[in-house]
């Protein structure tokens, strides 16, 4: 595997991994329809406390999907759409693979059907 493809795995790992908590695609929801917000912002939106939307907003960093930016006192979230955008390509090849697989069946079947002695006419 080479160093880059095991870097684009490693930002999809960490993306899927992250998105895999529903609280967390709430966030990730919020924060893209308002552009940017503080943690508290967020949590007033969920059922969740200030501290727990911290611990998700944690996670989301680390997968690269939100940025946090100090503005005074408050940090300000914003969306990172890269790792979104790896993560979208990565699933985009992998159901592109599985159609030509897909494909490929449905060609040997239908020629399988074809040269079949019980579909042939007496």
Not at 44 to 65: C, E, F, I, M, T
Not at 72 to 98: C, K, S
């Amino acid at each position: 595997m080479t160093e880059e493809h095991s870097g684009a795995a490693e930002v999809v790992d960490s993306v899927l991994g992250a998105l895999a908590d529903p609280t967390r695609r709430q966030l990730l929801d919020l924060l893209a329809a308002q552009g940017e917000a503080t943690a508290t912002t967020l949590a007033d939106g969920l059922p969740v406390s200030r501290q727990a939307v911290v611990k998700h907003l944690a996670v989301l960093d680390a997968a690269g999907l939100v940025s946090g930016g100090r503005v005074g006192r408050e940090v300000r979230y914003t969306v990172r759409p890269a790792a979104l955008d790896a993560t979208a390509r990565w699933m985009a090849t992998l159901a592109t693979d599985w159609d030509r697989r897909l494909a490929t069946i449905k060609r040997v079947a239908e020629a399988a059907e074809r040269d079949s002695p019980s579909t042939q006419p007496d």
